[in-house]
């Protein structure tokens, strides 16, 4: 994209995933594009109105087409309009061009900005770019190719089979490669969450977009592309309230094939887990107390819950979380249950 720049006058980059089906953000690289603003095209459900993308999927693949010449003069007008006041024109841009670019089971768009002192695309620079569309198509297959032959992450298998509650190790592409047995039986027991071609669905659309988001900015925290803690989301489903945990996975050998993903584990709070953290106690010198409060959190329960449950004020279970950060290293409740999940002595037990 950088290269890209200096001979096509563009400011900013991206290349998107979607369904095959209907059009919906499952996977984004980006280059020069701020990451909270597209996190709220995903998670807002901006794509959904996005008139302009609606255009490229409808019309023939391979060319580009951009906000200026396609959706006429009055953009700000349209339905696009909304895309374009809360996304693009705060970012600075003033035109996009936009191509669909054939990619499988699913559909790759790749979008060029250009800034206001930069213009709009103008017709044959359009047509310029659509010789670009191959070479894209044929980089995507290469990569993809190249993520599934490097197998280091697949030695993890037999790791995640010892974890208890469900877990799904998604690679550099988006897609879950691997999952656990407890992941499989979650996934048999609910209809409100599924995997279908590797990416992960549920029945609301919103949610879908809050977990691919997040499931993105874990893998370029794991590229090195973006400094991303350990993060987690509360769900609520049919089924119930489910607790997702998202941790960076990275390849630690100096292979020349970049190597990452995101580790994803999903823990209902109906289900009730008999953790034993018990040999971690001495592993961290954790009190009696510490211990229980670790155990309950790892079990999904709130700060709230766990003060209720334990006749105790809230501020003294804050304090003993305190303690327990200290100990452990943790910064977060989601590193801290992560850490308390995936820890050898934890593992070794199981």
């Avoid at 897609?175 to 969450?193: P, T």
């Avoid at 669905?201 to 499931?215: G, K």
């Avoid at 510490?290 to 709230?304: C, H």
């Avoid at 409740?333 to 002595?345: D, G, K, N, S, W």
Wanted: hydrophobic share 45%; proline share 3%.
């Amino acid at each position: 994209m950088q290269e890209l720049a200096g001979k096509t006058n563009i400011h900013a980059g991206v290349l998107a995933l979607s369904r095959s089906d209907r059009w919906g953000v499952i996977g984004v690289w980006t280059w020069n594009v701020d990451m909270e603003a597209m996190g709220r095209y995903m998670t807002e459900e901006m794509a959904g109105k996005d008139e302009l993308m609606e255009y490229v999927m409808a019309a023939e693949p391979g060319h580009f087409y951009n906000a200026a010449l396609y959706l006429g003069p009055s953009v700000e007008n349209s339905r696009y309009g909304h895309v374009y006041n809360n996304w693009i024109e705060p970012m600075g841009f003033r035109d996009v061009a936009i191509a669909a670019v054939p990619s499988g089971h699913t559909n790759t768009v790749i979008g060029l900005y250009r800034r206001e002192e930069q213009g709009e695309f103008s017709h044959g620079e359009l047509q310029q770019l659509d010789r670009l569309v191959p070479h894209v198509a044929r980089a995507l297959r290469l990569h993809g190719e190249l993520v599934q032959q490097q197998g280091k992450l697949g030695d993890l298998q037999g790791w995640l089979s010892l974890i208890k509650v469900p877990v799904l190790l998604f690679d550099e592409n988006f897609q879950c490669r691997e999952q656990n047995a407890a992941a499989r039986a979650m996934f048999d027991s609910l209809d409100g969450m599924w995997l279908r071609d590797g990416f992960i669905e549920f029945n609301d659309s919103a949610v879908t977009s809050q977990v691919h988001y997040q499931i993105l900015r874990t893998v370029k925290a794991a590229l090195g592309q973006l400094d991303s803690p350990l993060t987690s989301l509360s769900l609520q489903l049919n089924e119930g309230t489910f607790n997702l945990f998202f941790m960076p996975v990275e390849d630690a050998g100096d292979s020349a094939i970049t190597s990452a993903g995101a580790l994803v584990f999903i823990h209902p709070q109906s289900q009730i887990i008999d953790f034993d953290f018990t040999p971690l106690q001495a592993a961290f010198g954790l009190t009696e107390a510490e211990l229980a409060v670790s155990t309950r959190l790892a079990q999904g329960l709130s700060l709230s819950e766990i003060a209720a449950q334990q006749d105790k004020s809230r501020e003294t279970v804050r304090s003993q979380l305190k303690s327990i950060f200290a100990k452990t290293g943790a910064t977060s409740q989601a590193e801290l249950v992560v850490t308390l999940l995936t820890h050898p002595l934890v593992i070794g037990a199981v």
